[in-house]
């Protein structure tokens, strides 16, 4: 028995191999213009069938966040709404900054000794020279003695001449020490009051920082005064700016060696 296999048979074998091998090509040859090549394709299309979905949560917008009616037909768009809902929110979070402190009135500010200092400073009507003047409650100043020196110039700006001393004394009757750190002493003489130029040296003294209770203290101040303004000479005790300013009037000494 013959067992070869017709010609018919064979052709149309080869015929199918052929038409699968050119298939095979033409789809080789559209994979290669588009880069893809048969393997990432195969492994895109697994990828995109096994890849587990993303659960995303919707986001709430806020009041500030959510276009109103009006934005939402405005031409200019979301972008535009979106802006508004911004300048609107700044503008809500500045308010209360605005407002602050409406109905609230704020304090009188306190008079303190440069405000004071600004302000004139009352003066008490002048008293003899033997006379006591009180300052403050259980405080009281009085001029011990008037003395001529001569003033000599120790430090710079000074000018030496003749001068009065002028010795003052604080008396604390109080029950409390009495601060008399910022106590100033000046001289005035003649008929138009020329201030004294002040010496540190030529015997002047300070006043202790505070004065105890039922106790004195006495310092001495110096000035260069003419003998031509003596026969009326004024001195100015200012113990704080809050008070008066206590004034004795009287007579200074002439200078030494003239009448």
Do not use: H, W
Not at 15 to 22: D, E, M, N, P, R
């Amino acid at each position: 028995m013959n067992t070869e296999p017709s010609k018919p048979s064979t052709r149309r074998t080869r015929g199918v191999a052929l038409g699968a091998i050119a298939a095979g090509v033409a789809l080789t040859g559209s994979l290669a213009l588009t880069g893809v090549t048969p393997s990432s394709a195969y492994e895109a299309v697994f990828a995109s069938q096994n890849q587990p979905g993303k659960v995303v949560a919707a986001e709430t917008p806020s009041p500030a966040q959510a276009p109103s009616p009006a934005a939402s037909k405005d031409p200019a768009g979301p972008a535009a709404a979106g802006a508004a809902a911004t300048s609107s929110g700044v503008a809500k979070t500045k308010a209360p900054a605005m407002n602050e402190g409406v109905g609230v009135v704020p304090p009188k500010p306190k008079a303190d000794d440069a405000e004071l200092g600004r302000t004139p400073q009352k003066k008490n009507k002048p008293v003899r020279m033997t006379d006591k003047v009180q300052v403050l409650d259980g405080l009281t100043v009085s001029v011990a003695g008037l003395a001529a020196v001569q003033g000599i110039a120790d430090e710079p700006g000074e000018v030496a001449g003749d001068a009065v001393k002028v010795s003052v004394t604080l008396t604390n009757t109080s029950a409390d020490a009495a601060d008399t750190s910022g106590v100033l002493v000046d001289m005035e003489a003649g008929p138009d009051a020329v201030p004294g130029l002040a010496l540190r040296g030529s015997g002047a003294t300070t006043l202790p920082a505070s004065i105890e209770p039922g106790a004195s203290a006495t310092a001495d101040y110096v000035f260069v005064v003419g003998s031509n303004k003596r026969a009326r000479v004024s001195v100015l005790v200012n113990y704080s700016v809050s008070a008066p300013v206590a004034v004795f009037e009287g007579t200074a000494p002439p200078a030494k060696g003239k009448k």
